[in-house]
């Protein structure tokens, strides 16, 4: 998969898979559809749509993440929809991605119970 476009607030990722059809979605809903030329003019007239933001900004995505990971406080942030993206992704249950997101949004992880290989 590559993504061309993304914006981290809204979630929303617009690209092309490995079977070579268009896509954009967020970690809920996907549409997906052959590479041509309208669709993919619908794909970029949905992002600048549903983000509120230019193709230039979601085209420059690696950059803005690369700049997060290189902060000056030490610290590597990552995004409360990337983390929810991740784990619905690798299956995690409902009851687990919920109290995750609380977690994150409060910062009182002491609710959650880590455990190596669960």
């Known amino acids: 998969m590559y993504v061309w476009y993304l914006d981290e607030d809204a979630g929303i990722y617009a690209g092309i898979n490995d079977d070579g059809k268009l896509f954009i979605g967020d970690m ?9 030329v309208r669709n993919r003019q619908y794909i ?3 992002f600048i749509k549903y983000t509120g ?13 690369q700049d997060k990971l290189n ?28 109290a995750m997101k609380i977690a994150m949004e409060t910062g009182d992880f002491s ?8």
């Open 44 to 46: 970029e007239d949905c």
């Open 53 to 65: 933001k230019s193709l230039d900004y979601g085209s420059r995505w690696k950059a803005r993440i």
């Open 28 to 36: 809920y809903s996907w549409d997906i559809m052959e590479d041509t």
């Open 111 to 118: 609710g959650i119970y880590f455990c190596k290989d669960c």
């Open 71 to 98: 902060n000056t406080d030490g610290k590597i942030k990552i995004g409360i929809g990337h983390m929810i993206s991740a784990m619905v992704r690798y299956n995690f249950g409902h009851e687990e991605i919920n």
